[in-house]
């Protein structure tokens, strides 16, 4: 079965957009939306790092978004910059290195489309076990720190008197998305982990009405755009990743519309 | 004294080379109510984070007593829209509760219809009243409240002090007022702390409004004796506008 391309290609995009739901919920929930392009935009660094260092590409993005990720709270502690000015500064910072150091290592040949838009349907077994391990070890670390992290979320000060840490879990999640994103490079390529971040869960907001329950809606709309994406990209030979995301753009147009009251409009009909 | 559970010696936060507040010194004991008046700005709300250990004094020290129950009812929490969050999910944020613990203490603030509304969707009034029933909820030991009833009605505040001595008297915690009702704090604490960027004066309210410091920023015309008002119901007002005379 895993001879099979296609397959392989479901696989792993189901198992990634697992994940990504809950993580994205919240990416939204703490107004991080830009943090993931954040971080895929340092995965351009880490990618050179591991080609000039000879080292394995995941790992090496990981570190690296890590190493971001943790700057940003020591940023955030220690200047009175906004998130987003923060976020800026360290994204163009870090592409500008990757990029300078791309030059100067001329010997390297990065495929440059397939960092950006990742290429699903090249998945090896290899890719789906990185995927499906590092991913459930994700949603486990994610499901311990959730009080913490959550409680966190609505309020710090709140839950720092009521004796939970969630500065410790704020820290962990960060890691957690930049493991997150060494783990996508490869399948849907930087700039769409992001979106594969935001879409499903921003979808899911508008149709949930608890925390948990937004964060279930927004894989299962994840994974939903991964099968229609995939299957659409193979019937009208698109792109995959553009393909995917597109999907999911879909389902959050079709989330806006009025569900509530057209369902009570059925309702008055019949009656 | 061993019942205290937290002291606070001579803290002082320091904040780009500004003192928010300094040689600060209080106590809060079991049973006990301590309120924390002062003028806008005096470091009120910064000395109740200090008492919680949300801020770290840079000079002076903080002791809370070990494994005690802390709940804080914040001055002002603003919730993202992009939260889906009900008031059931609201109380069982930072620790789980049975549903009828739920049901005991949202009765106790008068807002039991509104267990599955999005907390959004409250009222000013309506959302102070749920931060009271969630801090409630845990039966703490030790309670902070920054001005806990902005926003709420006049009953609903006669009837959210009258919880808060109950409290006192039920869980024999200790709780640390922030209140800019005189009367309130004149009538119902035990021990008042004037605060001005540092301690001005502290004591009994007896004692307290006589002292000058006191006098100096409040004024003489608060009268300790002056009976608090009590607007006492025969009857209840039920959510929906009917009345209950249940007792």
């Keep these: 079965m895993f001879d099979d391309f296609l397959f392989r290609a479901f696989i792993a995009g189901i198992g990634l957009a697992l994940i990504t739901g809950p993580l994205g919920c919240f990416i939204v929930w703490r107004r991080l939306s830009y943090f993931g392009d954040t971080l895929s935009h340092s995965a351009l660094l880490g990618v050179v790092a591991a080609y000039a260092l000879n080292f394995n590409i995941i790992l090496s993005v990981f570190i690296i978004s890590g190493l971001i990720s943790l700057s940003l709270l020591y940023l955030?502690?220690?200047?009175?910059?906004?998130?987003?000015?923060?976020?800026?500064?360290?994204?163009?910072?870090?592409?500008?290195?990757?990029?300078?150091?791309?030059?100067?290592l001329s010997f390297i040949r990065i495929d440059l489309m397939g960092l950006l838009f990742g290429d699903i349907l090249?998945?090896?077994?290899?890719?789906?076990?990185?995927?499906?391990?590092?991913?459930?070890?994700?949603?486990?670390?994610?499901?311990?720190?959730?009080?913490?992290?959550?409680?966190?979320?609505?309020?710090?000060?709140?839950?720092?008197?009521?004796?939970?840490?969630?500065?410790?879990?704020?820290?962990?999640?960060?890691?957690?998305?930049?493991?997150?994103?060494?783990?996508?490079?490869?399948?849907?390529?930087?700039?769409?982990?992001?979106?594969?971040?935001?879409?499903?869960?921003?979808?899911?907001?508008?149709?949930?009405?608890?925390?948990?329950?937004?964060?279930?809606?927004?894989?299962?709309?994840?994974?939903?755009?991964?099968?229609?994406?995939?299957?659409?990209?193979?019937t009208w030979n698109t792109s995959t990743g553009p393909t995917i995301l597109g999907i999911s753009l879909i389902v959050f147009l079709i989330t806006l519309l009025p569900w509530k009251k057209l369902l009570i409009f059925k309702k008055k009909i019949k009656s | 004294m061993e019942n205290s559970l937290i002291e606070l010696k001579n803290c002082g936060v320091n904040r780009s080379a500004k003192w928010l507040v300094r040689g600060v010194s209080l106590k809060v004991s079991e049973g006990q109510i301590v309120t924390l008046i002062g003028p806008n700005g005096s470091g009120k709300s910064t000395t109740a984070k200090i008492a919680l250990g949300i801020l770290k004094p840079d000079e002076g020290t903080n002791a809370i007593r070990n494994n005690i129950k802390i709940s804080y009812v914040p001055q002002k929490i603003s919730i993202d829209w992009s939260l889906p969050l009900r008031v059931i999910d609201f109380i069982n944020l930072v620790e789980t509760y049975e549903l009828n613990e739920i049901m005991d203490t949202l009765s106790i603030t008068g807002i039991k219809h509104l267990l599955y509304q999005d907390v959004?969707?409250?009222?000013?009034?309506?959302?102070?009243?749920?931060?009271?029933?969630?801090?409630?909820?845990?039966?703490?030991?030790?309670?902070?409240?920054?001005?806990?009833?902005?926003?709420?009605?006049?009953?609903?505040?006669?009837?959210?002090?009258?919880?808060?001595?109950?409290?006192?008297?039920?869980?024999?915690?200790?709780?640390?007022?922030?209140?800019?009702?005189?009367?309130?704090?004149?009538?119902?604490?035990?021990?008042?702390?004037?605060?001005?960027?540092?301690?001005?004066?502290?004591?009994?309210?007896?004692?307290?409004?006589?002292?000058?410091?006191?006098?100096?920023?409040?004024?003489?015309?608060?009268?300790?004796?002056?009976?608090?008002?009590?607007?006492?119901?025969?009857?209840?007002?039920?959510?929906?506008?009917?009345?209950?005379?249940?007792?």
Aim: proline share 4%.
């Design chain 2, 120 to 247: 959004r969707n409250l009222s000013g009034g309506e959302f102070q009243r749920l931060l009271m029933a969630r801090a409630i909820t845990k039966k703490p030991n030790f309670l902070v409240l920054d001005e806990p009833v902005q926003g709420v009605d006049y009953p609903g505040e006669i009837a959210l002090y009258k919880t808060i001595q109950q409290i006192v008297k039920e869980l024999n915690c200790g709780i640390l007022l922030i209140s800019h009702n005189l009367h309130v704090v004149m009538s119902q604490t035990d021990h008042v702390v004037c605060l001005n960027g540092h301690v001005c004066c502290s004591g009994a309210p007896k004692s307290i409004v006589a002292d000058p410091e006191y006098i100096k920023l409040f004024g003489k015309n608060i009268d300790p004796t002056l009976a608090f008002y009590q607007h006492e119901h025969d009857h209840k007002h039920l959510p929906d506008g009917s009345i209950d005379n249940s007792h």
């Design chain 1, 122 to 234: 090249s998945v090896n077994f290899m890719d789906i076990l990185i995927v499906w391990i590092g991913g459930t070890v994700v949603l486990i670390i994610l499901i311990l720190i959730w009080r913490p992290l959550f409680a966190g979320t609505v309020n710090l000060e709140l839950a720092k008197a009521e004796g939970l840490n969630p500065e410790f879990a704020n820290a962990i999640f960060t890691i957690l998305i930049a493991a997150v994103i060494a783990i996508s490079i490869k399948i849907v390529g930087i700039l769409l982990i992001t979106g594969l971040l935001i879409i499903p869960a921003s979808a899911s907001r508008n149709i949930s009405s608890t925390p948990i329950q937004m964060a279930i809606f927004a894989s299962m709309i994840g994974v939903m755009s991964v099968v229609l994406g995939l299957y659409s990209s193979i």
């Design chain 1, 76 to 104: 955030q502690k220690k200047t009175n910059l906004p998130n987003d000015a923060l976020l800026g500064l360290l994204a163009h910072s870090v592409l500008a290195i990757g990029l300078v150091l791309l030059g100067l």
